[in-house]
């Protein structure tokens, strides 16, 4: 079993940018498809960007394309997503996630299919 722990959330201004950091403990991060996830207030839970295990593979939902960027170091258990240009809308609390299933290429991007998930930092931004 992973436990995760994330991190980086804050208030940031409109056109700003954050780096969220997930911390994984109890088994090596390798192991795992990693995603990350968010949830505004009133709004379901939706994916925002996966990583395969290796951090060769990756892919964004639309509304975050060519705006931020998901990350891996495997070494340091650590899964980052770096945030730029940030909007109003990006406003949500944010979770990492990891896959114990998933192939070595592939990226998850549906949150059923995610076996762990850390408790999420709270991402704010305004205009």
């Known amino acids: 079993q992973v436990q995760l722990v994330e991190s980086g959330g804050g208030l940031v201004q409109a056109g700003g940018s954050l780096r969220l950091s997930c911390a994984a403990s109890?088994?090596?991060?390798?192991?795992?498809?990693m995603g990350w996830f968010r949830q505004a207030p009133g709004k379901e839970r939706e994916f925002v960007a996966g990583?395969?295990?290796?951090?060769?593979?990756?892919y964004y939902a639309d509304f975050v394309k060519g705006r931020f960027t998901i990350s891996r170091d495997n070494a340091k258990n650590t899964v980052y997503l770096q945030m730029n240009s940030l909007k109003p809308g990006d406003t949500a609390v944010y979770y990492c996630?990891?896959?114990?299933?998933?192939?070595?290429?592939?990226?998850?991007?549906?949150?059923?299919?995610?076996?762990?998930w850390g408790k999420g930092t709270l991402v704010t931004v305004s205009s």
């Open positions: 990583i395969n295990r290796s951090g060769g593979n990756t």
């Open positions: 109890g088994r090596t991060l390798s192991r795992y498809a």
């Open positions: 996630a990891a896959d114990a299933g998933a192939h070595t290429n592939v990226v998850v991007t549906t949150a059923a299919e995610m076996d762990y």
